[in-house]
């Protein structure tokens, strides 16, 4: 997944309160402060740490890079790796608080994965400011050699996106002319669950602040340009 657009972090006020899993997302139609909980290894909570991480497509200032975020979120006390999906590939690519070291820029409507430490002092909750870019298009690669292996994106999700469940992600995006599968991680076990089309099964809820798997077709007609449905 490509960005369209550059980097613009900004700092908005908040007026609303939604509540969400763990998370406490403060909204407006200018911007987001979200308190994302991201757990410590535990039994029952979390097998290795990892959770999937959506940022505001307009992050605050100063998140450019991985070490960028890596810092932000408390360092090496609490930060095992922030990783990046490679699409061309399905190979990741993880920075691990060394600066020169795989040090990629972060990209507006990309999802990562951050690793919370089994040493850290405790669980951490990650306070997340920034605003929504509302004519942002996330670019979805069906399956094609040297672009993407098997269609997979880890999209950061709007926090003001119109919908509730997997479902209404899948349907945005295109429906079953597109979309192979909605997928997200069970932080408990490691574990994924996706959403393919069918009502009833795996419609999970979506939540702020955590990104998703899209996967895209090889049977699509095309690559899939998307601006999500948004307050």
Excluded: C, W
């Excluded at 200018?30 to 994302?36: A, E, V």
């Excluded at 997928?183 to 795996?202: E, F, I, K, M, W």
Aim: charged share 15%.
């Amino acid at each position: 997944m490509r960005s369209k657009r550059s980097f613009v972090g900004m700092m908005v006020a908040v007026l609303a309160l939604v509540l969400g899993s763990g998370s406490v997302l403060l909204a407006s139609n200018m911007g987001f402060k979200l308190n994302r909980l991201l757990q410590k290894p535990a039994a029952g909570v979390s097998k290795s740490g990892q959770h999937y991480l959506a940022l505001p497509y307009f992050r605050q200032t100063g998140l450019n890079k991985a070490g960028d975020l890596y810092l932000d979120m408390g360092g090496s006390p609490y930060i095992q790796r922030v990783t990046r999906l490679i699409e061309a590939t399905d190979l990741v690519q993880s920075y691990t608080g060394v600066a020169a070291v795989n040090n990629y820029a972060l990209e507006e409507g990309v999802g990562y994965i951050v690793q919370i430490k089994g040493t850290a002092p405790s669980d951490l909750n990650y306070i997340v400011v920034g605003s929504h870019d509302p004519v942002f298009a996330a670019s979805f690669e069906k399956p094609a050699p040297g672009v993407s292996k098997s269609g997979q994106n880890i999209f950061a999700m709007p926090y003001n996106f119109t919908g509730a469940k997997a479902g209404d992600l899948y349907l945005d995006i295109g429906g079953a002319s597109f979309v192979q599968r909605i997928t997200r991680l069970l932080t408990a076990t490691d574990l994924v669950q996706s959403y393919t089309g069918v009502a009833a099964v795996n419609n999970f809820a979506l939540e702020p602040g955590v990104a998703y798997v899209v996967q895209i077709k090889g049977t699509a007609a095309s690559n899939v340009n998307y601006i999500a449905s948004h307050y």
